[in-house]
């Protein structure tokens, strides 16, 4: 690492002296107004502070506010406004922390980049984000990259899929307070309250202070879905005339019951199969109670802080530091048929800390950032054993000790500037990982003790890439834009644990065929994806229409090998794919009181060749990728009249499929919300009351909503949930 941070000083020094020769060579350049449109917008395009070409969509407060309670405590949930995000979940308040699915273009949640101010949020088992932790309410807005991901993003484990930056809502200047309680069916209840203290008199401290209580039954089976409580501090402190030091804490404790999903024959009989769930009563009989619903839940607290320290040298100059701690410590109880019906247990215990720092020039052409973004993590992540009917210890699943901590070490450098009416933009990462070196240990019976297995030790291990980028846009007219950009992401190895299980059950074959767990992992990589998209912008004071095609080679995926010294198959990262399609958003305002928002996208992502399985070949070849719809729309209206709203909104999604071939087909749907609001202004006692009715799946479709499964799941092996049905709610909201 200390190579890359004395790289990184000399490169500043040089940038420095080569900004100071751009000023007084600059030109000065035109830049576009943006127009004011009569009606509120949801979504709008975005970029970095530093970048020209906007290559992402920003999702605004009012676009969060939309899409009801669920986008409360869900980012993922606020997402499922853009064309091209697929987001399903089994249950209608947003809670369901880990069993809720996305795609963006197709690719999974988990291998994409989430942020809070750049500062990159994710865990490990399952590897990625941590999407449930945070109040949305906490935000100004939510801005996604599908494609180009902008250098300056802490990306966690990579971004693949994208990247999602949450962008906070500082305190604010003056006093206020925000109240809101819900209630809705099946016992939900949710309470947010955030105080914001104002500049406070000399010194001009602002502080925010936020807690949400929210608690619900799963609408099937017994089991609840909380109690989750939020716990949030912001505060800002100005410095000299133009910084502002920033601090953001963020606490989460979440406890609940998991929905029980079904199988590839019961979700063809949906009707009879809907609310299938875990088992209320324990039985005796260790195949049944090993669905016993408290043998099957989660409970989850993680711990985040940052600060923004800037120091601005001149009006050309600044400089931003941006040191970060994160903590996770969760338990997840699962019952499983292995063994004969065991109860495990995973426990995560993962901390991390890093730092963000970045050197900023600005000039009226030219605009540069040079960063450098490193972070030391680690993660202690096992399983453990329990008899189902007594509930006895019966040894450890997976026992790994690291020798040291992973290390990321990630410089960057971005470019970016204008002449009349051409943008452009170029971005370059390195990014570094060491793994760290892991000794695997087995617990047989009787005792149970840790026995250390020379066979289970696990080698250090480096992965590098360099990640370039580029955009570049033009504007026609005031209101017509082009543009088109290419971004490299990447997402550094994950799924540890199934490889580690696999050796595990089966030691004694890879013994014999003197296979080590070290050969199995030395054909783990970085999976890597290039995108390429082409979009425009056209718009004026009552439209804004925004296509963009997408192409991406995707390359080093995860997937299934057959290994005949064994007879078994496991994970190596061999495969390859190939996505392409459009997103399209169209906002329409008809007038102030009338808002029309149509988002329809097309995707296709299939494999480049057959897999092969077990000695055999799975016909996969251009075969979509389980869990990709081809087709989905996000359509609705947002209709005002003086203190009255109406927000409709209808989503279809295409067919799916729960395999690698395509055998096992799950039907289109369409569902569609409502939300009514009353909103009285400047009362003798609240600047504003709002009073807000919420029905969500109005026509009780019932629908399959999540698909459990690897992009090379085989026929058979995929689990599925169903969507909730109609479900209604209610929130009463002040602001003093």
Known sequence: MKKFFGAWILLTVLLSSFCANAEETGEKTLHMEEITVIGEKLVTPTRQTNETVYTGSEITKKGIEAQGTKASVSVYEALNIIPGISVESPDPYGLAAEQKNVRIRGVRGYSSAMTVEGIPNYGGNPMGPREYIYDTENFESIAVYKGTVPADLGTGVGARGGAVELRSRWPEKEYGLDFSQGFGANHYSRTFARIDSGQLPKIKTGLALSYSYTDAEKWKGPGDLGPRHNFGVMLSQPIKDKDEIRIWFNANELEQNLYRPLNFKQVQDLGANYENDYNEQLTGVKEQDIAYYQYNRGDYSNRDMLAVIPFTMSDKFKMTFKPYYSNEDSEILGGSTSQGGIITKRKRDIERFGLVSQFDAGFSWFNAALGYWCESSEMIIRT???????????GYGMYMESDDKGIVSSPYLKLSGNTERFNWQAGLKYFWYKDPAGQGYTSPAPSYELIKGDDLFREEKEYDKLLPSLGVSYYLSDNIELYTAYGRNQIRPYAYMPLINLYNQNRAKFQEAGVTLNELFSGYDMEISDNFELGARFR???????????????????????????????YQNTGKASGYGM???????FNKNLTFLLNPAYTILTYDDNLGYQGAVLDTEDKQVADTPEWSVKTGLIFSYKDFELVPMLRYLGKRYGDAENKEEIDDYMAADLKLSYAAKNLSFTKALKVSLEFSNIFDEEYVSVINSMDDTRAGNTSYYVGAPFTAMMTISLEL
């Not at 453990?384 to 019966?394: E, I, R, V």
């Not at 229409?545 to 290994?563: E, R």
């Not at 997103?583 to 305002?589: G, I, N, R, T, V």
């Open 384 to 394: 453990q054993n329990y008899d189902p009917l007594t509930f006895a210890f019966k």
């Open 583 to 589: 997103d399209l958003e169209c906002s329409f305002y």
């Open 540 to 570: 004026n004071e009552w439209m804004e229409i925004m296509p963009a095609f997408f192409y991406a080679k995707h390359k080093n995926l995860l997937t299934t090998v057959y290994d005949p010294r064994v007879d078994l198959s496991y």
